[in-house]
């Protein structure tokens, strides 16, 4: 069974750094891409960009890039998304999906980590 | 980069029919995908490709497109569709991901 297995709620003061983890299981980690998608609450879902193990080429919107950095640790099926400094604003659940082939078709996604940043 | 617009939310009496659409450039040269979310949940993989449902998901729901526009259509709508309905498609360059806004059905 495919998992994608997400880190527990983070709570931050603004300015400090955040790592939040994606573990995969039940299939090969290396031939899917990672997805990160963020949803401040009550909000839509927002692609913030995405990694590849086969090439660990990482591609993100315009509007996340420079803020957010993807990574991955392919010796213990794991993505990242961490922040070097985070801003209230930065508060919302972020899921990690994988995408099946088709690039922007996200067939299972992570349950979701909760990011709450507040001074 | 292209945008996907959804209507903000749409209802269906119990049992009809009902038709969510998502417009976008991209969505001409590109597939759609649809994702439902309930409320306190990860988004759920509905339709993909042409009109392709993940196992486990209800025939009642069905894809279509038309130039520009994608549908969604739930055929018999049951109480527990009520949700958050998202498109989502490669940009115009093909490199990135775009998403919908979303709606929200609402099951009368």
């Not at chain 1, 839509?44 to 990482?58: C, F, H, K, V």
């Not at chain 2, 996907?4 to 038709?19: E, F, H, K, Y």
């Not at chain 2, 998901?57 to 109480?79: E, H, K």
């Amino acid at each position: 069974e495919v998992q994608l297995e997400q880190s527990g709620t983070e709570v931050k003061k603004p300015g400090e750094s955040v790592k939040l983890s994606c573990e995969g299981s039940g299939y090969t980690f290396s031939r899917y891409s990672i997805h990160w998608v963020r949803q401040m609450p009550g909000k839509g879902l927002e692609w913030m960009g995405t990694i590849d193990p086969r090439n660990s080429y990482s591609n993100y919107s315009p509007f996340f890039q420079g803020h957010v950095t993807i990574s991955l640790d392919q010796s213990i099926n794991t993505a990242y998304l961490q922040w070097s400094s985070v801003k209230a604003s930065d508060t919302a659940m972020y899921y990690c999906a994988r995408s099946s082939g088709y690039y922007s078709l996200l067939d299972y996604w992570g349950q979701g980590t909760l990011l709450l940043v507040s001074s | 980069s292209a945008e996907l617009t959804q209507d903000p939310a749409v209802s269906v009496a119990l049992g009809q029919t009902v038709r969510i659409t998502c417009q976008g450039d991209s969505l001409g040269k590109y597939y759609a995908t649809w994702y439902q979310q309930k409320p306190g949940q990860a988004p759920v993989l509905l339709i993909y490709g042409e009109n392709n449902r993940p196992s486990g998901i209800p025939d009642r729901f069905s894809g279509s497109s038309s130039g520009n526009t994608v549908s969604l259509t739930i055929t018999g709508a049951q109480a527990e569709d009520e949700a958050d309905y998202y498109c989502n498609c490669r940009d115009s360059s093909g490199s990135l991901v775009v998403f919908g806004g979303g709606t929200k059905l609402t099951v009368l």
